[in-house]
């Protein structure tokens, strides 16, 4: 069983930055890939961005790609997402989620359905 806990979610306003955290209770952190998702109100869930287990392959859904970026450490077990460029459309509860796995495809990494384990989720509020 692996605990994910998401952290560093606020209040900002457009055009500013947040990072957020994810810190994972496993030893074996590295061989975990990694996502963020993103639940806006009234919204189904959606893919934000994925980090393979090694941390060379990354992906991301169009609505944040050159705003955001995804990262980790496998020294310290925990991913993050650096966000930019900040709009109220980014408002949503992101949470991260782990899949044990060595695949690097976008097919895998990007869908929410194939990761086994999931945090509490961080709110995000963007105002304008």
């Known amino acids: 069983q692996v605990q994910l806990v998401e952290s560093g979610g606020g209040l900002v306003q457009a055009g500013d930055s947040l990072r957020l955290s994810c810190a994972a209770s496993?030893?074996?952190?590295?061989?975990?890939?990694m996502g963020w998702f993103r639940r806006a109100p009234g919204k189904e869930r959606e893919f934000v961005a994925a980090?393979?287990?090694?941390?060379?392959?990354?992906y991301y859904a169009d609505s944040v790609k050159g705003r955001f970026s995804i990262s980790r450490d496998n020294a310290k077990n925990t991913a993050y997402l650096q966000m930019n460029s900040l709009k109220p459309e980014d408002t949503a509860v992101y949470y991260c989620?782990?899949?044990?796995?060595?695949?690097?495809?976008?097919?895998?990494?990007?869908?929410?359905?194939?990761?086994?384990?999931w945090g509490q989720g961080t709110q995000v509020t963007v105002s304008s």
């Open positions: 989620a782990a899949r044990r796995t060595s695949a690097s495809d976008r097919p895998t990494l990007a869908s929410a359905a194939l990761y086994d384990y």
């Open positions: 980090i393979s287990w090694i941390g060379i392959t990354s």
């Open positions: 496993t030893r074996t952190f590295s061989a975990y890939a």
